[in-house]
């Protein structure tokens, strides 16, 4: 054997057996199934951006309030009236004075407009409202990839999908509906003063006052009782580090919350401004407890206890490491497959690979008799180097990926094709076979290069555009291409010269 015979073999040798090392199931190498095949849970949620920007204003009210405390400026009122932030002061000097005060700070975000008489109305320039709805998809993609991973999903996959949607596949998932309810969960912890000033009955029969709102408290029974609770927000959920389930005395379970360092502060500070006063904790707008405050609380902890089951208060728990959603979401798309109907999809699949492969291997053996079988051997490893690089790469198999598999078959025998048809008119003008092998694969190279190269640039335009299945699709097609290239025009090449080098060919079974 030559030398040029020889760095080939090894080349071909090499191939095979980190194709057989790939496939062998040893850690961290694997082909997963997906949704469409193992069964799961399917979803398209939609990001409601504009809720974000107006909770936005509303934490901007808290903070403006605060703000001119701290300064000293004296105001009759914050308010926020759909999507402008209004603020009235006692004189024009506290008009001045707050518009110094946002020309310093807030010039890049804030427009300032007077309104009226010692009035101004403060509204969000267009390229801050970009801002906020461009972060509230990352944070609830980041949000809802944290809970997923919490779950114990494996092998999700969570993308985004268009402007504002995200893409949720969660394959292998049994319990749906409580894995839609802990994604969809806002999640949005908030503290807030109980009114015991005021009656509550009177508030729900419309004397509600200025800074009041009616909330609902789930008792022991599983029915609602209402509070009228301070609209301020004392305090939210963000500085939260940990939450954990934990069991009191009655061995009922509640979740225990571990605040930052700032958050410790604040509920310390909290708790000794408020003691003997009822605060409620509250969580998507249901009060889940809203305990006496009996005394002072230091170091940054304090509980949930809201008559709850234990999946119940894991759940919570969940969400609340987990963060909360910056805005709300809604499920616009819900496709749940059954583990049975992946294992169909999966027989099936592979049905087809199979009867594909042997009708193929069958026509190339009885059209090109000799050189058939060497264009079966090429197509064998074909589909040993395509499983190998899906394993390799950790990739997914979908039920169209297996259709760019079975379409892979048909493109990796139509390279020989072409070459045993140029050698064939090779032959036929009288030329010796390894002249008219030379020659057929020099004038098929060309045709089969392009051929392939324009279906790659197709099957990239569809991984990089696509989503899900067709992506699926797309990786298993550009893989199958890569190693037809390799088997058809190398490997099947090297076979021929190999068997020409031993002894002289006067006739080739083509």
């Known amino acids: 054997m030559d030398k040029s015979l020889q760095w080939k073999a090894g080349v071909i040798l090499f191939s095979i057996l980190v194709a057989v090392y790939l496939l062998y199931p040893v850690q961290g190498h694997k082909v ?10 399917h979803l398209i949620l939609g990001v409601e951006t504009e809720k974000a920007v107006d909770s936005e204003l509303d934490r901007m009210v808290d903070e403006f309030q605060d703000l001119l405390d701290d300064k000293g400026i004296d105001y ?39 309104s009226g008489e010692n009035r101004i109305a403060l509204t969000l320039k267009p390229q801050e409202i970009e801002r906020i709805k461009r972060s509230a998809i990352d944070q609830s993609l980041e949000t809802i990839r944290n809970r997923v991973d919490e779950f114990g999903v494996s092998e999700p996959t969570i993308q985004r999908e268009g402007r504002d949607r995200i893409l949720i596949q969660l394959p292998g998932l049994k319990d ?3 894995a839609k309810a802990l994604i969809g969960k806002t999640a949005r912890l908030e503290f807030k003063l109980v009114d015991e000033e005021n009656d509550v009955d009177r508030a729900l029969q419309g004397d509600m006052p200025m800074d009041d709102e009616i909330l609902y408290e789930k008792n022991a029974t599983g029915n609602k009782t209402p509070l009228l609770l301070k609209k301020r927000v ?21 979740v225990s919350l571990t605040f930052d360092r700032r958050g410790a502060k604040l509920f310390d500070k909290l708790t000794a401004k408020y003691v003997k006063k009822r605060m409620a904790i509250i969580l998507d707008d249901t009060v889940y407890s809203a305990p006496t405050i009996r005394e002072r609380i230091s170091g940054g902890r304090a509980q949930i206890s809201g008559r709850f089951s234990l999946e119940e208060a894991k759940d919570l728990a969940i969400v609340l490491r987990a963060g909360a959603l910056p805005a709300p979401v809604t499920v616009q798309e819900e496709r749940t497959v059954g583990p049975s109907l992946g294992q169909d999809s999966i027989d099936k699949g592979f049905k087809s690979i199979l009867i594909g ?6 026509f190339m053996v009885v059209y090109y008799k000799m050189a058939g079988l060497v264009a079966d051997v090429a197509l064998v490893l074909n589909l040993l180097f395509i499983m190998a690089a899906l394993s390799g790469l950790n990739a997914t198999l979908t039920l169209p990926g297996i259709a760019g598999i079975i379409l892979t078959i048909g493109m990796a025998v139509d390279a020989n094709v072409i070459i045993f ?5 090779e032959l036929r003008q009288g030329k010796t076979v390894l002249s008219s092998v030379e020659g057929g694969y020099a004038k098929a190279f060309s045709t089969i ?44 090449r090297f076979i021929f010269d190999f068997y020409m080098g031993r002894r002289e060919v006067q006739n080739l079974s083509i």
């Open 76 to 114: 009759i009122l914050v308010d926020k009236v759909d999507d402008v932030l209004e603020i009235e002061t006692l004189d024009r000097q506290g008009i001045t004075n707050i518009k110094e005060l946002i020309e310093r700070s807030y010039a890049s975000v804030l427009n300032v407009e007077e």
């Open 449 to 492: 290069l392009d051929a392939n190269v324009t279906t790659l640039i197709a099957a990239f335009v569809l991984f990089q555009f696509g989503t899900g299945p067709v992506k699926g699709f797309a990786v298993t097609l550009c893989l199958g291409i890569l190693a037809s290239m390799f088997t058809a025009i190398f490997i099947t």
């Open 176 to 178: 749906t509906g409580r």
């Open 234 to 254: 004392l305090m939210t959920g963000d500085t939260i580090t940990d939450a954990r389930v934990n069991y009191d005395r009655f061995n009922t379970p509640y």
């Open 357 to 362: 492969g042997i009708l193929v291997v069958i």
């Open 32 to 41: 997963n199934l997906g949704l469409d095949l193992q069964g799961g849970m």
């Open 421 to 425: 048809e140029r050698i064939r008119e």
